[in-house]
């Protein structure tokens, strides 16, 4: 089997501060993986570089794409970039502000990823969006309102809704229950590894939330000044955890 | 006005204008940054315009000057007189005998033939610019044919309005290529650039962008399958002068009470019409 | 019948003549000479010539009368008339170190070598309306001090003998022209002050201001303003060498600003520069501010993105002659775009309330 990502040396940094250092991973088909960290750790750096909206110093960044299977994602075009970034990859920013488009309707901002690769037809798109809301649990009632007037949560379901609309292979999400209260996370959480099982997505998740890997991730790394300190399966990892940091990471959350 | 050159610019920015339009024509709908320079009419008022007629015009031109359709608005006689004098052309009002159209906001309703050159005057040449106000964003989005956004406007008006809410200045997709921008030209206009014969240049003086259509360029008015491009004007209405159902109109509020009369926009057309059904009466 | 209205041409010809005629005004006072304008509107003269981007106080003397003192008509004109010049080559680098100094001031440095001098200055004056004025009166000899001036050295100058402050970049042998070169974003920092340095006083002023106000906050200090005439040379490649062929008034401000240090500098003090036509000076401060803003991403400050530190904003909006014809441009006949707007209008209507619509 080819591996859907491949990771290799890949590094950024930012002047003297760190950001990531000689990261290497595989991700499979199908497989989530979590990157945990304390803020700095570099672990955002990281989910940036792989999803192209930052440079890295070196490594590779290696796609199974569709058409012409493995390929370098930091060396590949622009526009070959972009492309992927709006077919088979999404992206869910923690801040539903930064990955909707706040002045158009909740129907406009998940027919835009279908329009953006050919959609033509309105009531087609409009169908296929009706049903992502559905899917993501936000009532056909509401499509025609702007996402300002929609709650946290049902921001994020709907940044979920547009970003899943085109089939995407892979997902990378940056702490994406991070400014939810605690019922509104287990809500979104169930449907997030709902929808993560249901469609076979492969999925990279950084957060700093131990609980939403152990949801969530098949596999684990944890990450601490832009190193990977300890990587394996979530449970594992979680339970008999090698590292120091990784020890003390584990121990602080069950104190709580 | 002997001491300046024909048709006003000297030949070095004439020649960095034909450069500027060659490539232009070579790469239908992509918008050629150029040098525009001031003109002795304000910016917004045609400088675009005006500096690719002077660089089209030759001592044998004869040139016609619109503005709203019509021959005898203001800036239209002021854009005329200043061609008449600076370099000496021959003018008409007649579309068909005309070598060299300069617009604003119309195309003429008499078809164009091959050998004319129809020059828009363009105030905004980028039509992503009111969804992104950047440049370097939408050379970045033009380059990389990211037009998602664009449609996704139009499915906004009709989410709201039940149609596409765009009266002029209604986007086309040059080639299967480029978005442009046709120039504030009601939509009704819009079919008319498709396929022309005549050469379509556009000037945006003040955004300093030269833009075109060559002969028989495919030109399609952006829109959905199932809420395709319908060019419209006053439903139902006739010109009042010629009765031409055909043709763009203008209305016009006739009295205080409200009474009102819709006329050609294009005057040129109308008083043809108008001359010709004279002379079958008579 | 209806008969379209016709007549454009005899009615632009004769509001044309009313122009000429209120431009006048009364025939009976004494018409005034342009001379009378270029000595005693002086400052009015220099702003023409710095936003017309071309140094004669005659023909902005001129300007400014055949534009009834509208100093943005003015700076048209003169525009308009510059475009039609040929051009003969580019002018050695100004030596504004060599300057003849009228004005010299620095709020960084009480005194310095060739001492302050404050020149022909509202600065201190009362704004008092000079009643004295209403009636033709030549005031009496100003004071002079024997001229000990030679070449006085830039303030600045100090400061980077000490290292403290960023030198600046030898620009490159080509030097890039606004007018002669469609303006492309990144515009490099020399193209930048090109279009600040023609740019509309009272937009930069503004923005200057919103910097002093927070909004990109990058405080600055008068390093230096300096006013003073300056030689204009040029290489002539048929004499094989350098001739002086004028002199100028310039405006001269060099800010010194701070600036924390980033990951690849120490913290040193860094410059925003203005230089404008005459005698500008309001203009020149606004120009170093705004300059010294629209560094921010070169010296890799993260400040956020006020409207001073944009580049693209700055400088797409700083020309008076691109934002007055764009505004004027509206007075324009619209029938047509307005007609098609009606229509729609009317036909959004006729689909939300069918019974209102009748």
């Not at chain 3, 304008?37 to 071309?54: C, K, N, Y």
Request: aromatic content about 8%; overall charge negative.
């Amino acid at each position: 089997m080819t591996p859907l990502l491949r990771v290799e040396g890949l590094s950024k940094s930012y002047g003297t501060h760190p950001g990531c250092r000689d990261v290497n991973f595989t991700l499979w088909p199908g497989e989530v993986m979590g990157i945990v960290g304390e803020s700095g750790s570099g672990k955002s750096t990281l989910l940036n570089c792989l999803a192209g909206h930052l440079a890295p110093d070196t490594g590779k960044v290696i796609f199974d794409t569709r058409e012409r299977g493995p390929r370098d994602t930091v060396t590949m075009r622009e526009s070959e970039r972009r492309w992927l970034a709006r077919t088979d990859w999404a992206f869910v920013h923690q801040n539903p502000r930064d990955g909707l488009r706040m002045a158009v309707s909740a129907g406009g901002n998940v027919g835009e990823r279908l329009m953006a690769v050919g959609a033509r037809h309105y009531g087609d798109i409009r169908a296929q969006a009706e049903d992502w809301l559905g899917r993501v649990e936000i009532d056909a009632g509401r499509m025609d309102e702007r996402p300002r007037a929609f709650s946290g949560g049902m921001q994020q379901r709907l940044q979920i809704a547009r970003n899943l609309v085109t089939g995407p292979r892979l997902i990378f999400m940056d702490e994406p229950t991070g400014g939810l209260d605690v019922s509104v996370q287990a809500r979104l959480l169930d449907l997030l590894r709902g929808l993560v099982r249901r469609l076979g997505l492969s999925a990279v998740i950084v957060t700093h939330d131990l609980a939403v890997v152990r949801l969530l991730a098949d596999r684990l790394m944890v990450m601490k000044d832009g190193h990977v300190v300890e990587e394996g399966l979530t449970d594992q990892v979680l339970d008999d955890p090698q590292h120091p940091y990784t020890q003390l990471l584990v121990s602080s959350v069950l104190q709580v | 006005m002997t001491q300046y050159n024909f048709a006003y610019l000297d030949e070095a920015t004439k020649r960095m204008l034909r450069r500027a339009i060659l490539k232009a024509v070579a790469i239908p709908g992509y918008q050629v940054p150029f040098s525009s320079r001031e003109m002795p009419m304000p910016y917004g008022w045609g400088t675009g315009g005006v500096q690719v007629t002077a660089a089209c015009l030759v001592p044998e031109d004869t040139l016609k000057v619109i503005d709203q359709g019509a021959d005898d608005t203001t800036n239209a006689v002021s854009i005329r007189k200043f061609f008449a004098r600076v370099a000496g052309i021959a003018t008409t009002e007649a579309t068909a005998r005309a070598s060299v159209i300069q617009t604003r906001h119309r195309i003429p309703e008499t078809p164009l033939a091959a050998g004319q050159i129809l020059v828009f005057q363009v105030p905004i040449p980028e039509p992503l610019r009111f969804l992104e106000p950047r440049e370097t964003e939408t050379r970045t989005m033009h380059a990389l044919e990211d037009y998602g956004l664009m449609q996704v406007r139009l499915y906004e008006d009709i989410a709201r309005h039940g149609e596409i809410a765009r009266a002029y200045a209604y986007p086309v997709r040059v080639e299967g290529r480029y978005v442009m921008d046709p120039s504030p030209i009601p939509k009704f206009d819009n079919p008319k650039l498709h396929m022309s014969p005549a050469l379509q240049l556009f000037g945006a003086g003040r955004e300093c962008r030269i833009y075109a259509l060559p002969p028989f360029t495919r030109v399609e008015s952006l829109d959905f399958d199932d809420y395709p491009f319908t060019p419209s004007k006053a439903a139902g209405q006739a010109c009042a002068i010629c009765g031409a159902a055909d043709s763009y109109l203008d209305e016009v509020i006739t009295d205080d009470a409200g009474g009102r009369m819709f006329v050609c926009s294009d005057t040129e057309y109308c008083s043809s019409r108008a001359a010709s059904q004279q002379g079958d009466a008579a | 019948m209806y008969v379209a209205v016709k007549g454009g041409e005899r009615a632009i010809e004769n509001a044309h003549g009313w122009l000429a005629e209120a431009r006048r005004g009364d025939a009976t006072v004494p018409d005034l000479a342009v001379d009378q304008i270029r000595e005693q509107l002086a400052l009015a003269v220099d702003r023409v010539m710095a936003e017309g981007s071309l140094y004669d106080p005659d023909l902005a003397a001129l300007a400014l009368k055949q534009a009834r003192g509208d100093v943005v008509e003015a700076v048209f004109l003169i525009r308009a008339f510059r475009t039609t010049l040929p051009r003969f080559g580019a002018s050695a680098p100004l030596d504004t170190g060599a300057a003849q100094i009228i004005r010299r001031i620095s709020a960084t440095y009480k005194d310095a070598p060739g001492g302050q001098v404050l020149g022909p200055t509202f600065d201190y004056t009362h704004r008092l309306l000079d009643f004295g004025l209403a009636e033709s009166a030549t005031p009496a000899p100003a004071p002079e001090a024997p001229s000990s001036l030679g070449a006085v050295p830039h303030i600045l100058s100090h400061l980077g003998e000490e290292g403290l402050i960023q030198p600046e970049r030898e620009g490159g042998a080509e030097v890039p022209d606004l007018t002669r070169a469609p303006l492309e974003f990144p515009a490099s920092r020399p193209l930048r002050l090109q279009a600040l340095a023609r740019g509309d006083e009272g937009f930069l002023l503004s923005l200057a201001y919103s910097t002093q106000r927070g909004y990109g906050r990058n405080h600055a200090f008068i390093g230096e303003l300096r006013i003073g005439h300056v030689r204009v040379s040029a290489y002539l490649p048929e004499l094989g060498f350098e001739i002086d062929f004028a002199e100028i008034l310039l405006t001269e401000c060099e800010t010194v600003n701070q600036f924390q240090g980033s990951k690849s500098e120490p913290a040193q003090f860094t410059r925003g520069y203005g230089l404008v036509f005459g005698q500008s000076e309001r203009k020149a401060i606004s120009m170093a501010l705004v300059d010294r803003a629209l560094r921010t991403r070169e010296l890799g400050e993260d400040t956020g993105s006020a409207p001073a530190q944009d580049e693209e904003f700055v400088l797409s909006h700083c020309d008076n002659i691109q934002s007055s014809g764009f505004l004027e441009h509206i007075k324009l006949p619209h029938y047509v775009d307005f007609q098609a707007e009606l229509e729609l209008i009317r036909k959004l209507r006729r689909r939300a309330m069918p019974e209102a619509a009748q």
